[in-house]
Every structure is written in C-alpha cells, then in structure tokens.
C-alpha cells in the first residue's frame, strides 16, 4: 500500500503542477484574455457552502470575490473540476476567486425537487468510465443512456466491464452487446478484485487528464479506484480552521492517480447512478412490473392506453392510485436525465469557444508574447 497523501499536490509529480491539474490551451487562452497577470489560476477540489478547496495556488481554501457573489447564480458557480482565476492576498488564508473560466465540458443533472435546474456535477472532465459488471445481466439500455450523458459532456466515454474474474467464459460475448450499442467507444474488460487487465485503463487515466466514474452502485466503482489509486479514497476530512477559526469540512473530490491523472468523484456523480440504478424501479415497482404483463401493449405506459392492466387496477382498488402516480414520477424524473441533452447549451460553448479564438487571434497580432 503506498502511504502517499492523495491529497497533496506535491504529490502530483515533477510536471508543471498546473499541467498536472489539467491546465491546458483551452484556459491558458482564457487567462490571457482576461488581462490579468494579477490573478493566478487555481482549480477547485472541492466546495461547501461559500467555500472552495483549490489546487494550484499557494491557498488550500477560496471564496467568490463580493461581485462574483452577486453575480454568479446556480450552474454559473464553481464545481468540482472548474478553473478559477484567483488573488492570494498576504493578509488572509483565503484565495479570492475572480473569475470562472468557461468550461471545457460538463456533466449536467438536473436536480430532482428543484424544477429542472442543472446542477454541474463535474466540471472539465477529460473521460468518464461507465463502469458495468460482467455478473449481472447486461443492460445495453443502461450503457447507452450513460453514453448519452457522457457525450453530452464533451467528455469522452470509455465503457468498463468489470468483475471478469465472475464470468470468465461470457466476457468476449458481454464485450461485443456493449460494442454493438456505444459505436467505436473503447470496453476495457477488468477485475478490480484481481488487477487483470487494469493496465489497459492508463490509456485513459493519463497525466493531467481528470476522469470520473459512473454507473449503477454495486458495479464496483469504489474498488476500481482503490485499484487504481492503491489506497483506499480518503473519507470527509476536515482541512483546517480558517484564520476566522470557522472549522471547515469540504471533502476533497478531486484525487491525484500515483502516476498521473486525476479521479474527480462527487456526490452528485453518485447520484447520477443512483436515477439510473440497476433496475432499481422494477424492483421498487414490482407489483406494477407484474400487472404491465397483461397490459394489451408491451410498451404501455399506463396513461389511458386501451386494456391497460394496470390502470384496471387502480379502477378495481387493487392498486393505490398514489403508488402509480409516485411510479410515473420516477419515470419522469429518468427522462429528465435522458434529457439532459441540450443542444442550446452546446451551441453556446462553441460560441463562446469561437470568440475566444477569435479574440486571441486578433491580440496576437499585437502582443509578442501571445505569438507561439
Ligand atoms: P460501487 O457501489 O460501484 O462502488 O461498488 P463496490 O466497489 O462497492 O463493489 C461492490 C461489490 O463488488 C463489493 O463487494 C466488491 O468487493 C465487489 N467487487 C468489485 N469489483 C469486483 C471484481 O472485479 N470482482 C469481484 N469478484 N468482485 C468485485
Ligand atoms: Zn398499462
């Protein structure tokens, strides 16, 4: 077991700690444009209300600058994974956040009970692993609605079959259902119990990339992190008072991988995997499963389709109306996710993405120190 501190930057090797973080073009650019050789860039590791934990500056803790903190509403704020630009002031061991550079992708979830606002459950994620498990039947419906969520990140997938040690002989035919679903994605077979094939995961875990997990719980996500990382995540852990003496317990969401790369894994990604669990709501919902049987249509949906069984049911007494309204209400709240594609937003990434192009362009033509 390594007894390295995967919370210490220092610990992210001899690179550029910045690189190491994932600093990259895309936000270098954004720096530049804003003018500011004052503010330095730092990304956030993690966050509680009206605190941030930051990478890459000499603060460990950061806050919004007054004008950002009227300014900035919901999505707009810094997640886990967004690079800030930030002043260090002597006087205070808090950062400041001034700015929130535009994201390279996100992962969206639109929160259940609060409207159909997005909440950014991981900002600047180079590739998600959808992990699945070679034990259980193979739900390609599941595999291609995570695919759906990833790509619409900007991220990009790369499906895991896991616990291979389970189902040795079945493995080369669970690979090709995935293959026949995800259309070129890459499906690294594995077995976090055994190591097997865990190399072939580097590909995607290289230095200064971020990836996060996701998929149904129970696939083994947290083993394959331990795996990967070779000690166990850290649980919540305080890091520190402030010089206010107001105790702070953010958790740290972004890990360092010994060897390069970042683990982002928050509480919302968890989420995610919760909606979209393992046939969670047949399971929940098993005495309606049962009545869908003798429905006319296969795919009824119980909403006024003729000879709906289910809803002869609900007329008969046989079944509480509340519990298929409560039923319909998950169901919405699954589409809510499927919908989590919003060509609008992307088509103002790429806008945004343009002007800066554009903008650093035409200042390049002036400022030597911006000619490569
Ligand atoms: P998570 O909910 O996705 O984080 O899943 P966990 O990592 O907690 O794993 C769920 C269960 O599967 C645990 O009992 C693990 O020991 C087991 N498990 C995880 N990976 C493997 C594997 O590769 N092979 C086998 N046989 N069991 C595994
Ligand atoms: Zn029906």
């Not at 509680?48 to 009227?70: I, M």
């Not at 290289?206 to 850290?234: D, F």
């Not at 992307?346 to 035409?362: D, E, F, I, M």
Request: net charge neutral; hydrophobic share 40%; glycine share 10%.
């Amino acid at each position: 077991m390594r007894t390295l501190d995967p919370l210490d930057p220092l610990d992210l090797g001899s690179l550029d700690p910045l690189e190491s973080l994932g600093f990259g073009p895309f936000f270098a650019a954004q720096h530049a444009l804003l003018d500011r050789p004052d503010l330095v860039c730092a990304r956030v590791a993690g966050e509680s209300p009206g605190c941030y934990q930051l990478l890459g500056c000499r603060n460990r803790l950061g806050e919004l600058s007054g004008r950002l903190r009227h300014q900035l509403t919901g999505p707009e704020r810094p997640a886990v994974g967004d690079w800030v630009a930030v002043s260090c002031p002597e006087a205070s061991d808090r950062a400041v956040i001034h700015h929130v550079f535009d994201r390279r992708t996100a992962m969206v979830r639109r929160a259940a009970g609060t409207g159909d606002r997005p909440q950014i459950v991981a900002a600047n994620a180079d590739a998600f692993l959808i992990v699945t498990s070679a034990n259980r039947d193979l739900n390609p419906r599941r595999v291609e609605r995570y695919l759906s969520a990833v790509w619409d990140s900007g991220a990009e997938p790369v499906v895991v079959l896991n616990k291979i040690d389970l189902a040795p002989d079945g493995v080369a035919a669970m690979v090709a259902a995935i293959e026949a679903v995800s259309q070129g994605v890459a499906v690294v077979p594995v077995s976090a119990a055994t190591g097997e094939n865990i190399g072939a995961l580097d590909l995607h875990l290289g230095r200064g990339r971020t990836a996060g997990l996701v998929g149904s719980s129970g696939v083994g996500k947290s083993s394959l992190v331990n795996r990967i990382l070779g000690c166990p995540l850290q649980p919540a852990a305080p890091i520190g008072d402030d010089d206010r003496g107001r105790h702070t317990t953010t958790r740290r969401e972004l890990i360092a991988i010994p060897g390069g790369g970042l683990f982002v894994d928050t509480p919302g990604m968890r989420e995610l995997g919760l909606l979209d669990d393992d046939g969670g709501l047949e399971a929940s919902f098993a005495d309606i499963a049962a009545l869908a049987g003798s429905c006319r249509f296969r795919d009824c949906a119980h909403q006024g389709e003729p000879r709906c069984a289910v809803e002869a049911a609900v007329a008969s007494g046989q079944l509480d109306p509340a519990r298929l309204a409560s039923y319909h209400k998950l169901l919405r709240e699954l589409a809510a996710v499927e919908r989590r594609r919003d060509p609008l937003a992307q088509a103002r990434y790429r806008q945004r993405w343009k002007a800066v192009h554009t903008a650093l362009r035409r200042r390049a033509r002036t400022d030597p120190k911006l000619r490569s």
